[in-house]
């Protein structure tokens, strides 16, 4: 009974955050939604050097949280809007493999809130995956813009720990850095976008 009321209310907390993320987003955006997906997380801001707003969104299944026990996950996409001259929005680039699924998390969802999931900034935009129960970890992946492809490229990957403090002393934190590793686009092929899957980062 307790695992049914925590998935209901995971369910009812998923419903709320996506009414108000789909409230802050164009109509012609959620036109371009596939059936069966609802917003999860958007962020406006400059993903090209055209000056004109652009939208990352990040969608789910409307059944997600039956997922959360279960192998076989959906993704969860994370859609690239580029705004028109007439005033529109484009869907120019897809990526169902950035945003990790609601089980890929160990013990809890690894994008659950999306209030600080997508940041954008100079051209560039970051994913960020974390968790913060059982384990903590964070996973920060980055792309760039590159003007003569006309096309956005992954830039770095950043992946932080965690571990709990073994020392006995009563002032010591409970938790103390379990290692970085930093993963770079530089200097190696070019990786797009939508080709870039989770496991380019290990």
Same mark, same amino acid.
């Given at each position: 009974?307790?695992?049914?009321?925590?998935?209901?209310?995971?369910?009812?907390?998923?419903?709320?955050?996506?009414?108000?993320?789909?409230?802050?987003?164009?109509?012609?955006?959620?036109?371009?939604?596939?059936?069966?997906?609802?917003?999860?997380?958007?962020?406006?801001?400059?993903?090209?050097?055209?000056?004109?707003?652009?939208?990352?969104?990040?969608?789910?299944?409307?059944?997600?949280?039956?997922?959360?026990?279960?192998?076989?996950?959906?993704?969860?996409?994370?859609?690239?809007? /580029?705004?028109?001259?007439?005033?529109? +929005?484009?869907?120019?680039? %897809?990526?169902?493999?950035?945003?990790?699924? =609601?089980? #890929?998390?160990?013990?809890?969802?690894?994008?659950?809130?999306?209030?600080?999931?997508?940041?954008?900034?100079?051209?560039?935009?970051?994913?960020?995956?974390?968790?913060?129960?059982?384990?903590?970890? /964070?996973?920060?992946?980055?792309?760039? +813009?590159?003007?003569?492809? %006309?096309?956005?490229?992954?830039?770095?990957? =950043?992946? #932080?720990?965690?571990?709990?403090?073994?020392?006995?002393?009563?002032?010591?934190?409970?938790?103390?850095?379990?290692?970085?590793?930093?993963?770079?686009?530089?200097?190696?092929?070019?990786?797009?976008?939508?080709?870039?899957?989770?496991?380019?980062?290990?």
């Amino acid at each position: 009974m307790k695992i049914k009321t925590l998935l209901s209310t995971a369910a009812l907390l998923a419903s709320v955050q996506a009414i108000a993320a789909a409230d802050s987003l164009p109509k012609n955006i959620l036109a371009q939604l596939p059936p069966g997906y609802e917003v999860l997380s958007s962020e406006k801001g400059l993903l090209d050097d055209d000056q004109l707003a652009d939208y990352l969104v990040v969608i789910h299944v409307r059944n997600e949280a039956a997922y959360a026990r279960k192998e076989a996950a959906p993704a969860r996409p994370l859609l690239l809007f /580029t705004g028109q001259p007439d005033g529109s +929005y484009k869907l120019t680039r %897809r990526n169902d493999h950035v945003v990790l699924k =609601i089980n #890929e998390g160990g013990q809890c969802d690894p994008f659950e809130d999306g209030e600080d999931g997508l940041a954008i900034k100079d051209h560039y935009f970051t994913i960020q995956n974390g968790v913060a129960c059982g384990q903590h970890w /964070t996973w920060y992946i980055t792309f760039k +813009y590159a003007p003569k492809l %006309r096309d956005w490229v992954f830039h770095k990957a =950043i992946s #932080e720990s965690w571990v709990m403090n073994p020392s006995n002393d009563p002032n010591a934190d409970v938790l103390i850095p379990g290692g970085v590793s930093v993963k770079s686009g530089k200097g190696k092929p070019v990786l797009l976008f939508e080709k870039y899957r989770n496991e380019e980062m290990y």
